[in-house]
Structures are given as C-alpha cells and as structure tokens.
C-alpha cells in the first residue's frame, strides 16, 4: 500500500486514507493507516524502537479522506485539544439520493449510539446518552443516474458523532449513496462497497509552531466523477 502523504514533520503526520482501509490499528491482519505509517517512519527513520503514531480523529472504514496523525504525545494532546473544543475544520463531500429540500441548511439532532449493533440512531433531546449533532450542507449539482436522482453536497461537519454524517443525511430523507447501513436501498447488498463520502478538507493549528494549516483533496473516483465541480469549492 502507497501513502499519499500531504504533509510530514517531526510532529505531525497528514496523509489521505484510502476508503476499505481501517483508520486505526485493526484487529484483523488486513493493512490499517497506523500500521502502514509506521512502516514508512521505521523506512525513513535511523531510531530503534516502535515510532509512536497518535489517532486524533476516525473515519468510516468506507470513507477515505484527509486526516492527521501525531508523532509524538505532545503533538496528540494539542491536535486531540483542537478535535474536542471544535476547532478543528472538516469538509466533506456527500453523494446522496434525491436531493434536500433547500440548497443550503443547518441540521441540528441528538444521536444516541448503539455500540452493541456498531449503528447511531436520531432521538429526542433528553434521552440518556444521546449527544448534539450538528453540520452545514451545500447543494452542488445533481444528475439522473439509473433513473432515479442523486446529488453532490458539500458538507461541514461542527460536531463529531458515530456514523453522524450517515444518519443525518438518512433522517432528513437523503441517504448517501452505497451506505448498506442507513440507506434502505442498498441494505440488501451483500457485495462490498464504500459509501460516497468523502473527507475532502481538513484546518487546524499546528500543534508546535501554531500555524493554520488546510489541507484539501478533490475525491476522483466513483459517483464524484458524475457532477460538474464549478461550485463546489
């Protein structure tokens, strides 16, 4: 496996996750992110010993993106500060069926998760563990596929829950396309997949010489090469 790494310091570590590879250490013997950058410090590295990789933030196994990775303590308790005060960006681009109502909108709803069934469920404000949600979506373009209408949104993420783009989307009557878990029609599919999700930009402050970075990808494959880009950044 070939990391496509986008930055690279002696703190920090931005690279794009591939969509099908797990974003932490798995427990199966298929590759994972902090498995494969650890064999490319160790290439690149003269130090003895296991080189530490901190996880800061998680995607889907399905859904490839940008993401950053600590090398040191330190640098995971600046970037892991940013992720839990909501300073850290994210931007994604969504594929769903249909297409929302409005072209642009605030969705604000209280996801509970159900570790035992590893799914996320919208519920009323009030219910034990349930935590708010929130995100900001733009309409870009949509198109006639297999007769029946999809949609490219942009979408910024304000808040980090289990699964939360997938079931906002879902609740609000646009699943994205490909999501065997929340979207009723692919949920008979027994052939792998990923969903058409995809991180495509990511800001924070570098955890030692405070700089703003953004990192931003245009996903190439899949569903995402349907539509006409000119709005979408």
Partial sequence: MKLNILFEDDDIFVVEKPAGIESQSGKTFEPDMVSEIKKHINMQSTKNGEPYVGVIHRLDKPVGGVMVYAKSQIAA??????VSGHQM???YYAVVCGKPVDNFCTYVDYLWKDGKNNCSKIVEKGIKSAKPAEL???FVDSKILDGKEVSLLKIKLKTGRHHQIRVQMAGHG???WGDRKYNPEFQNHFTKGNVALFASGLTFIHPKTKKKMTFSIKPKEGLFELFSWQNAF
């Fill in 136 to 138: 900001d979506y733009w």
């Fill in 174 to 176: 646009t699943p994205l």
């Fill in 89 to 91: 960006e994210k931007i």
């Fill in 77 to 82: 308790e600046a970037l892991s500060r940013q």
